[in-house]
């Protein structure tokens, strides 16, 4: 069974940082491009980075230079870096996978990042 499990969410002050974590399990992880996506409320959800099985990775504008993805494939995770973090980054970040083919997708079911003094 295909699943993805974000941990590392918090409350921080600006400026702080945060390791976001994504747990993959059911799948190809290591020959998979995965992705973080956060979500606003009232926003619509946002690709903030990817990184492919190759290691290519690529960012949103709004976070380059600040996050950084990441992949370990011995232990099918996925990590996001964040550091300098603003008020603007708050949101529920989510992990997410697809098939190559386009035959599934999946989401991880989200953790909370809050950027507040």
């Known amino acids: 069974q295909l699943q993805l499990v974000e941990s590392g969410g918090g409350l921080v002050q600006p400026g702080g940082s945060l390791r976001l974590s994504c747990a993959a399990s059911?799948?190809?992880?290591?020959?998979?491009?995965m992705s973080w996506h956060r979500q606003a409320p009232g926003k619509e959800r946002e690709l903030v980075a990817a990184?492919?099985?190759?290691?290519?990775?690529n960012y949103a504008d709004a976070v380059k230079g600040r996050f950084t993805i990441s992949r370990d494939n011995a232990k099918n995770t996925v990590y996001l870096q964040m550091n300098s973090l603003k008020p603007e980054d708050t949101a529920v970040y989510y992990c997410?996978?697809?098939?190559?083919?386009?035959?599934?997708?999946?989401w991880g079911q989200g953790t909370q990042v809050t950027v507040s003094a």
């Open positions: 059911g799948f190809g992880f290591s020959t998979s491009t």
């Open positions: 997410h996978t697809e098939d190559v083919f386009g035959r599934w997708t999946s």
């Open positions: 990184i492919t099985s190759a290691g290519s990775s």
